[in-house]
T-cell receptor, first 114, second 116 residues
Framework: AQSVAQPEDQVNVAEGNPLTVKCTYS??????LFWYVQYPNRGLQFLLK??????LVKGSYGFEAEFNKSQTSFHLKKPSALVSDSALYFC????????????FGPGTRLSVLP | DTAVSQTPKYLVTQMGNDKSIKCEQN?????MYWYKQDSKKFLKIMFS???????INETVPNRFSPKSPDKAHLNLHINSLELGDSAVYFC???????????????FGPGTRLTVL
């Protein structure tokens, strides 16, 4: 079975500071890992994904994420947070051999304070 | 141009009614999905569907049924609506990259369903 955990319901960070949103996963086999962002009253928007290869992946809006196989983690990071980054962030996983279905984490609400 | 669109954006109805939500994607993707997002923002997959296979989440009541008139559309029909069906429903689509086997999803704007 696949599962995703986002241990923090809420992350607060000051504008200009680095931010991290945590994600750990459990799958059988190799994972595809994704981060999505949801702004209020909007659908989810794709940020970045890990498929294979380089553990550090870069995505939209200056976000990046680091895949750590030993810790089964895929934390989302940004060097300098913007107030406009405030949103709900979802981590998702799909096993390479598990058809088309994704499992999403519970979401982490990021608040960037001016 | 909107990649994944849903109608209606808001749907308010009485218990026991039957309703449908429409979804269209113009991305040429081969797989479409329906998700339910509850009041706590938990996102749960309901169905995934391509022209070969319908995968149903076993926890979804059989009052919910996907209907796909063609590859670009996946509508969600709900019979005998219940109070607990109130949620935001998202349609999404994806296309498997043949080189990597991966696929990110593109989401519609959501339909907020309120059952009174």
């Amino acid at each position: 079975a696949q599962s995703v955990a986002q241990p923090e319901d809420q992350v607060n960070v000051a504008e200009g500071n680095p931010l991290t949103v945590k994600c750990t996963y459990s799958v059988s086999g190799n994972p595809y890992l994704f981060w999505y962002v949801q702004y209020p009253n909007r659908g989810l928007q794709f940020l970045l994904k890990y498929i294979t290869g380089d553990n550090l992946v870069k995505g939209s809006y200056g976000f990046e994420a680091e895949f750590n196989k030993s810790q089964t983690s895929f934390h989302l990071k940004k060097p300098s947070a913007l107030v406009s980054d405030s949103a709900l962030y979802f981590c998702a996983v799909r096993a390479h051999n598990y058809g088309q279905n994704f499992v999403f984490g519970p979401g982490t609400r990021l608040s960037v304070l001016p | 141009d909107t990649a994944v669109s849903q109608t209606p954006k808001y749907l308010v109805t009485q218990m026991g009614n039957d309703k449908s939500i429409k979804c269209e994607q113009n991305l040429g993707h081969d797989t479409m999905y329906w998700y339910k997002q509850d009041s706590k923002k938990f996102l749960k997959i309901m169905f995934s569907y391509n022209n070969k296979e319908l995968i149903i989440n076993e926890t979804v009541p059989n009052r919910f049924s996907p209907k796909s008139p063609d590859k670009a559309h996946l509508n969600l029909h709900i019979n005998s609506l219940e109070l607990g069906d109130s949620a935001v429903y998202f349609c999404a689509s994806s296309q498997v990259d043949p080189g990597t086997g991966s696929n990110e999803q593109f989401f519609g704007p959501g339909t907020r369903l309120t059952v009174l």
